[in-house]
């Protein structure tokens, strides 16, 4: 029986996989018409929309993709370490990113927005210069950490394990790891400052690549004994393969110690201490939320909060991953020009209300059998409070793209307070609405907390920024929100399965055919698309 479950992993991973993903052509011929206007005039919106959902689908393919390697070195490592080993990669690598967001300012986000308003100004000579200061700085915090990870490596391996020698040893092996993760966020920034979006999709594929070709071999040869190499491996090659990709852009020049270099660098230090200080602030809400469940109800609370808040922000981490990488970058190089960048901003909400709205509804429904699917039938308590707080995952489409505009606008204060409404929001009502209606009460917290997120954001985007809503963002989302107020009355009130399911996957195909037709109007997506499907060879 093992055997035949084996050989199933591997024929879905290694043959079925494949062919699921030949659509992908398909693909191929999107992106190629969307930068094909066929000699006719294409208005700016238009040219807009085809932007946004071309590097959507690379980006979220890519991440989708990704997820999947991540999944596939998971099970390998869950069948050859068991839960024991589990444990120890997710201890090893939880600190060391934790220790790495601390010392290194986050340069894979921070810097991008400097690099990206010299770069949208097309001056190659400041631009070689800002990547000069990201290389420096990247190289700078990384000795700087690793060498501060050594020296509190007996510290770090007492909290974690207690006094063990045999683990200080393996903490002073890996903190060459805070380096290189310190070099590879480096390059990340470069890449995206100067839109090199295709390698960096490829560079997404390449680190989950590696993970699976280094971590699999070594968990099978040597047990437990693999994990400190394959983290150190790992790293290495994430760190090569960003190399890989910027060295045919900018060669490698850095000087680490100059202080005219970290002067002129001081804008993207201050970001990146916003930014750890975000990262801290939504690590430390979700530890108070798993603290207060455990002890206003019990362990099996915390747990089944965690599965449903991983399924919650599964979908979200694919469909976001183009922000990032696009949207942001070209967000900062244009914000001091009002009318273009709200224009950007409105269309980035409105191509992805349209593409995000079917693809949570659709999440929804199926929720009953993705769960048993994913955990067991032991998680069934969190479907309902999954449920509710994944259709207030509508907001999130619109509330995501504008809190990027503080960052663009190089406004960490801001962009504190904005994140901070949202963090203190969602732990108070999660707390509440547990002690009241318990898990029930936690998805309605979760989706209050979107809710006030939207508002704050759209506040500060419009009395700071001048931002406001053009009409079709208002008509998209009221359409589909129409739609979930349905799907939301056919899930929790109809009791027959039958009814429940008709009117459920009506609501998805009625969300799904008004996207593809606003799509079409707007972008004239489908039609080209059939146009160079089924054109005849002259």
Same mark, same amino acid.
């Given at each position: 029986?093992?055997?035949?479950?084996?050989?199933?992993?591997?024929?879905?991973?290694?043959?079925?996989? @494949?062919?699921?993903?030949?659509?992908?052509?398909?693909?191929?011929?999107?992106?190629?018409?969307?930068?094909?206007?066929?000699?006719?005039?294409?208005?700016? @919106?238009?040219?807009?929309?085809?932007?946004?959902?071309? $590097?959507?689908?690379?980006?979220?393919?890519?991440?989708?993709?990704? /997820?999947?390697?991540?999944?596939?070195?998971?099970?390998?490592?869950?069948?050859?370490?068991?839960?024991?080993?589990?444990?120890?990669?997710?201890?090893?690598?939880?600190?060391?990113?934790?220790?790495?967001?601390?010392?290194?300012?986050?340069?894979?986000?921070?810097?991008?927005?400097?690099?990206?308003?010299?770069?949208?100004?097309?001056?190659?000579?400041?631009?070689? $210069?800002?990547?000069?200061?990201?290389?420096?700085?990247?190289?700078?915090?990384?000795?700087?950490?690793?060498?501060?990870?050594?020296?509190?490596?007996?510290?770090?391996?007492?909290?974690?394990?207690?006094?063990?020698?045999?683990?200080?040893?393996?903490?002073?092996?890996?903190?060459?790891?805070?380096?290189? /993760?310190?070099?590879?966020?480096?390059?990340?920034?470069?890449?995206?400052?100067?839109?090199?979006?295709?390698?960096?999709?490829?560079?997404?594929?390449?680190?989950?690549?590696?993970?699976?070709?280094?971590?699999?071999?070594?968990?099978?040869? /040597? #047990?437990?004994?693999?994990?400190?190499?394959?983290?150190?491996?790992?790293?290495?090659?994430?760190?090569?393969?960003?190399?890989?990709?910027?060295?045919?852009? $900018?060669?490698?020049?850095?000087?680490?110690?100059?202080?005219?270099?970290?002067?002129?660098?001081?804008?993207?230090?201050?970001?990146?201490?916003?930014?750890?200080?975000?990262?801290?602030?939504?690590?430390?809400?979700?530890?108070?939320?798993?603290?207060?469940?455990?002890?206003?109800?019990? #362990?099996?609370?915390?747990?089944?909060?965690?599965?449903?808040?991983?399924?919650?922000?599964?979908?979200?981490?694919?469909?976001?991953?183009? *922000?990032?990488?696009?949207?942001?970058?070209?967000?900062?190089?244009?914000?001091?020009?009002?009318?273009?960048?709200?224009?950007?901003?409105?269309?980035?909400?409105?191509?992805?209300?349209?593409?995000?709205?079917?693809?949570?509804?659709?999440?929804?429904?199926?929720?009953?059998?993705?769960?048993?699917?994913?955990?067991?039938?032991?998680?069934?308590?969190?479907?309902? /409070?999954?449920?509710?707080?994944?259709? %207030?995952?509508? +907001?999130?489409?619109?509330?995501?793209? *504008?809190?990027?505009?503080?960052?663009?606008?190089?406004?960490?204060?801001?962009?504190?307070?904005?994140?901070?409404?949202?963090?203190?929001?969602?732990?108070?009502?999660?707390?509440?609405?547990?002690?009241?209606?318990?898990?029930?009460?936690?998805?309605?917290?979760?989706?209050?907390?979107?809710?006030?997120?939207?508002?704050?954001?759209?506040?500060?985007?419009?009395?700071?920024?001048?931002?406001?809503?053009?009409?079709?963002?208002?008509?998209?989302?009221?359409?589909? %929100?129409?739609?979930?107020?349905? %799907?939301?009355?056919?899930?929790?009130?109809?009791?027959?399965?039958?009814?429940?399911?008709?009117?459920? +996957?009506?609501?998805?195909?009625?969300?799904?055919?008004?996207?593809?037709?606003?799509?079409?109007?707007?972008?004239?997506?489908?039609?080209?698309?059939?146009?160079?499907?089924?054109?005849?060879?002259?």
């Amino acid at each position: 029986m093992l055997f035949f479950n084996w050989r199933l992993f591997i024929i879905f991973a290694f043959v079925l996989i @494949p062919r699921i993903l030949r659509p992908a052509r398909l693909w191929g011929l999107y992106v190629d018409y969307m930068s094909d206007n066929n000699g006719q005039d294409v208005t700016s @919106p238009n040219k807009d929309y085809r932007r946004t959902i071309k $590097y959507l689908g690379i980006f979220g393919g890519a991440q989708g993709l990704s /997820m999947f390697l991540n999944i596939v070195r998971n099970k390998f490592a869950s069948i050859l370490l068991g839960a024991r080993g589990l444990g120890f990669i997710a201890l090893y690598n939880r600190t060391l990113q934790m220790f790495s967001e601390c010392t290194n300012l986050s340069l894979s986000f921070s810097a991008v927005r400097k690099l990206a308003s010299v770069y949208e100004n097309e001056d190659e000579e400041s631009a070689e $210069y800002c990547v000069k200061i990201i290389r420096s700085v990247a190289l700078l915090t990384g000795l700087v950490g690793m060498l501060l990870f050594m020296m509190l490596s007996p510290f770090i391996s007492n909290w974690i394990f207690g006094s063990h020698s045999y683990y200080v040893t393996r903490f002073l092996m890996l903190s060459p790891v805070i380096l290189f /993760m310190a070099v590879s966020g480096g390059e990340v920034a470069v890449m995206r400052g100067v839109r090199r979006l295709n390698s960096l999709a490829l560079y997404s594929v390449w680190t989950a690549l590696s993970s699976v070709a280094i971590s699999v071999p070594l968990y099978f040869v /040597m #047990g437990l004994g693999g994990i400190f190499p394959s983290i150190f491996f790992i790293a290495f090659f994430q760190m090569a393969g960003a190399l890989f990709f910027t060295l045919r852009i $900018y060669r490698y020049r850095v000087s680490p110690f100059s202080l005219k270099l970290l002067r002129d660098g001081v804008d993207m230090i201050k970001m990146g201490a916003g930014y750890i200080y975000s990262s801290i602030l939504t690590s430390l809400s979700i530890w108070l939320v798993c603290k207060a469940l455990s002890q206003i109800g019990d #362990g099996a609370s915390t747990g089944l909060f965690s599965a449903g808040f991983t399924i919650i922000c599964m979908l979200p981490s694919i469909l976001f991953a183009a *922000l990032d990488s696009d949207y942001y970058p070209r967000l900062s190089g244009i914000f001091g020009r009002h009318k273009e960048r709200n224009e950007v901003v409105n269309g980035q909400i409105e191509v992805h209300i349209l593409i995000q709205a079917p693809l949570i509804l659709g999440v929804i429904v199926l929720l009953p059998e993705l769960i048993p699917l994913l955990y067991s039938n032991d998680f069934e308590p969190a479907l309902k /409070m999954t449920q509710i707080a994944m259709f %207030a995952l509508l +907001f999130n489409t619109v509330t995501y793209p *504008l809190s990027f505009m503080p960052l663009s606008k190089g406004d960490s204060f801001t962009f504190l307070v904005q994140e901070s409404i949202y963090n203190v929001s969602f732990v108070v009502l999660i707390v509440l609405g547990y002690s009241r209606f318990g898990l029930t009460g936690v998805g309605v917290a979760m989706a209050m907390a979107r809710v006030i997120d939207l508002i704050s954001a759209y506040m500060i985007a419009h009395y700071k920024y001048s931002f406001s809503f053009s009409s079709r963002v208002k008509r998209y989302f009221f359409m589909h %929100a129409a739609i979930y107020i349905v %799907a939301c009355y056919s899930v929790f009130v109809i009791e027959s399965h039958f009814n429940r399911a008709i009117l459920c +996957f009506g609501c998805v195909a009625c969300s799904v055919l008004l996207s593809m037709y606003m799509l079409s109007v707007h972008g004239n997506l489908l039609y080209k698309l059939f146009q160079r499907l089924f054109k005849r060879k002259g």
